[in-house]
Nanobody, 117 residues
Framework: QVQLVESGGGLVQAGGSLRLSCAASGVIFSVSTMRWYRQATGKQRELVATITSGGSTNYVDSVKGRFTISRDNAKNTVDLQMNSLKPEDTAVYYC???????????WGKGTLVTVSS
């Protein structure tokens, strides 16, 4: 049984930084693709960053050069380092896991990031 728990959200001024962390329970983490999504109020949920079990990464264009996704398989965690934050980054950020063989998917409950002007 996999459980994803996000932490690190909060209120930050524009231009500042936050580091989100997602702690995953369960043995499937090491063979899972991990993703960060975000959803702003009244808007569609969007994929922000992806990291595969092999360490390959992808980012949505709007965060390239500012956000970095990383994973630590020994600790079963995936992080999202967010720098140069903008008000438009304000959203609930969700951790998402997909087992690369069996296709099982799991969502975290989200953590709120608010970037003020």
């Amino acid at each position: 049984q996999v459980q994803l728990v996000e932490s690190g959200g909060g209120l930050v001024q524009a231009g500042g930084s936050l580091r989100l962390s997602c702690a995953a329970s369960g043995v499937i983490f090491s063979v899972s693709t991990m993703r960060w999504y975000r959803q702003a109020t009244g808007k569609q949920r969007e994929l922000v960053a992806t990291i595969t079990s092999g360490g390959s990464t992808n980012y949505v264009d709007s965060v390239k050069g500012r956000f970095t996704i990383s994973r630590d398989n020994a600790k079963n965690t995936v992080d999202l380092q967010m720098n140069s934050l903008k008000p438009e980054d304000t959203a609930v950020y969700y951790c998402y896991a997909t087992h690369e063989v069996y296709g099982m998917n799991y969502w975290g409950k989200g953590t709120l990031v608010t970037v003020s002007s």
